[in-house]
């Protein structure tokens, strides 16, 4: 089983549609997660830090499920620029050796 | 300017040859890591560094060295490139605050062996 599971998409949703990602991981001593938004062939782009309590920033809320060792984002309103792949980041407890989903697709269609 | 900074950007270069990328920051902070993408497998640890005196090796270290001239300026190195090293490469820095540690990434660089 990979440390840190997304599914790959595409998912194709039209504006204004809310869509969600889930990501997995196995290391139950896991302390940190992240989501990432990567254009295609640039750099990771930090989009939220997951907490315990959820987090939400504009358009987008993010989850951690401990109990099931899984994260979530939602996305809202969904925008044509909004059209990513999403990573999913989880650092375990006790090191600084980051774990990267393979990341999930979202293309918004007009 | 950015905060973390590669060069080159881009890169085609053949079977054989030694290259270095480089990478610099501004953030101060004491933790960088060097990582190669490829389609579908997604960001892979090469090596990381977590002060000037402190290397260590990722999952695939093989066929690459690094050196952490200061601590702003981590540079990875291919003695003998080849042609599957052909990648999307990335530098980021970690920082050492507890809690909500974040990594910060540099903009890429396109490698291509020939």
């Known amino acids: 089983r990979k440390e840190v599971e997304q599914d790959p998409g595409p998912f194709n949703v039209p504006e204004g549609a809310t869509v969600a990602f889930n990501c997995t991981y196995s290391?139950?001593?896991?302390?940190?997660f992240f989501w990432y938004r990567q254009d295609c062939r640039k750099e990771p782009k930090l989009l939220m830090s997951?907490?315990?309590s959820g987090n939400e920033d504009g358009r987008f809320t993010a989850q951690l499920n401990r109990a099931s060792q899984y994260i979530s984002l939602l996305i809202r309103d969904s925008k044509l620029s909004d059209s990513a792949t999403y990573l999913c980041?989880?650092?375990?407890?006790?090191?600084?050796?980051?774990?990267f989903g393979t990341g999930t697709r979202l293309k918004v269609l007009a | 300017d950015a905060d973390v900074t590669q060069t080159p950007r881009n890169r085609i270069t053949k079977t054989g040859k030694r290259i270095m990328l480089e990478c610099s920051q501004t953030?101060?902070?004491?933790?960088m890591y060097w990582y190669r993408q490829d389609p579908g497998l997604g960001l892979r640890l090469i090596y990381y560094?977590?002060?000037?005196?402190?290397?260590n090796k990722g999952e695939i270290s093989d066929g690459y060295s690094v050196s952490r001239q200061a601590q702003a300026k981590f540079s990875l190195s291919l003695e003998s490139a080849i042609p599957n090293q052909t990648a999307l490469y990335f530098c980021?820095?970690?920082?050492?605050?507890?809690?909500?540690?974040?990594?910060?990434f540099g903009d890429g660089t396109r490698l291509s062996i020939l």
């Open positions: 980041v989880v650092l375990p407890s006790g090191t600084y050796k980051y774990i």
């Open positions: 290391n139950s001593a896991s302390q940190s």
């Open positions: 997951v907490y315990s």
């Open positions: 953030k101060g902070h004491d933790r």
């Open positions: 560094s977590f002060d000037v005196k402190d290397i």
């Open positions: 980021a820095t970690g920082t050492d605050k507890l809690g909500d540690q974040p990594q910060h």
